[in-house]
């Protein structure tokens, strides 16, 4: 199984990026898919998930109505749009999957969002 994010780069406050989470060995429709970011000496935070059946969302309060999950059950890809980015959404972003009982994650994509 493996989990390939991809999507960060620097822009300027108030623009947008969308994070992808690509998998291969695991069929991303049927688990719980979030991203979480993590600053340097911070612990890493989840900000967004979505579930697998019926595809239900969390957002942290920090993102909420700036970013949306999704997912492409064709591509296999779960996407987080991210817009009016703010500097301390600045991180390293990953991608996680629960799938029986093990958690994957992905190498982590750098969004740096300057003012």
């Known amino acids: 199984v493996q989990l390939q994010a991809s999507g960060g780069g620097s822009v300027q406050a108030g623009e947008s990026l969308r994070l992808s989470c690509a998998a291969s060995g695991l069929t991303l429709n049927h688990y719980p898919i979030g991203w979480f970011r993590q600053v340097p000496g911070k612990q890493r935070e989840v900000i967004s998930c979505i579930t697998s059946a019926a595809g239900s969302t969390y957002y942290a309060d920090s993102v909420k109505g700036r970013f949306t999950i999704s997912r492409d059950g064709a591509k296999n890809t779960v996407y987080l749009q991210m817009d009016s980015l703010r500097p301390d959404d600045t991180a390293v972003y990953y991608c996680?999957?629960?799938?029986?009982?093990?958690?994957?994650w992905g190498q982590g994509t750098l969004v740096t969002v300057s003012s």
């Open positions: 996680n999957a629960l799938a029986e009982s093990r958690s994957y």
